[in-house]
């Protein structure tokens, strides 16, 4: 069954921006590939926002600013679990510029996220204390849009998270999953697809959109 693009619907493109790229500091493999799948998917949308990464180069995500840590590892914070990170889309570099050949016209909002320096921020919904929002909810509520199709970067984190609080916060969310490319950090792939089930995520692939 082909899913026709209305005019409620949002695509929310996560996080396509060097860093996640082959070569970046924090490179998804195939992440390059997805690039142009989501310019010609951005052309079927009425309404797109961008997420982007975006953080102080002393950020709390950083393994660099936990001596005697390494990239990968888990650190406790006060709100959860924290993955230490390579650095990666530090504001103002070129890491943290969105990719070139990714700038849809009708692309109306960019979610800039992750720039307090205590806490992390995968979903562009809220941050990872899972109590600061980021005002997404209520942009997308006040132009009465009601399905989310979520691409981009990388699927068991950012894309993850985005769209299981879309799902969350009342609307109707789709991950076309062709246009998404994951970390895969100790089974996190896995896990990620698993909650977004059990929340009713929808899983869909390109072609599926008509
Ligand atoms: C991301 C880890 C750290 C992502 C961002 O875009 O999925 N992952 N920061
Ligand atoms: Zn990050």
């Not at 961008?50 to 600013?65: C, G, K, L, R, Y």
């Not at 950012?158 to 299981?164: K, M, N, Y």
């Not at 076309?176 to 895969?184: H, K, L, P, V």
Request: some cysteine; aromatic content about 8%.
């Amino acid at each position: 069954m082909p899913i026709i693009p209305r005019a409620d619907d949002v695509l929310i493109i996560v996080d396509m921006q060097y860093d996640f790229l082959p070569g970046g500091g924090l490179a998804v493999a195939g992440g390059d590939q997805i690039i142009a799948p989501i310019a010609a998917l951005a052309q079927r949308f009425d309404s797109v926002v961008m997420t982007q990464d975006w953080h102080p180069a002393d950020h709390i995500s950083f393994a660099s600013n936990h001596p005697g840590k390494h990239p990968f590892e888990t650190i406790e914070l006060a709100y959860g679990t924290q993955v230490l990170w390579p650095d990666h889309c530090v504001i103002g570099t070129h890491g943290a510029a969105l990719v070139d050949g990714l700038a849809p016209p009708n692309a109306q909002l960019i979610i800039r996220k992750g720039f307090h320096r205590e806490v992390d921020s995968y979903s562009g919904f809220q941050e990872a204390d899972r109590q600061t929002r980021t005002g997404l909810a209520g942009y997308l509520r006040e132009r009465s849009l009601q399905r989310v199709f979520v691409v981009g970067l990388a699927t068991d984190f950012c894309v993850g998270w985005t769209a299981l609080d879309a799902q969350a916060a009342g609307f109707e969310t789709f991950v076309i999953e062709d246009a998404t490319r994951a970390i895969s950090a100790d089974g996190s792939l896995g896990r990620a697809w698993a909650e977004m089930e059990k929340a009713g995520v929808e899983r869909i692939v390109a072609a599926d959109v008509g």
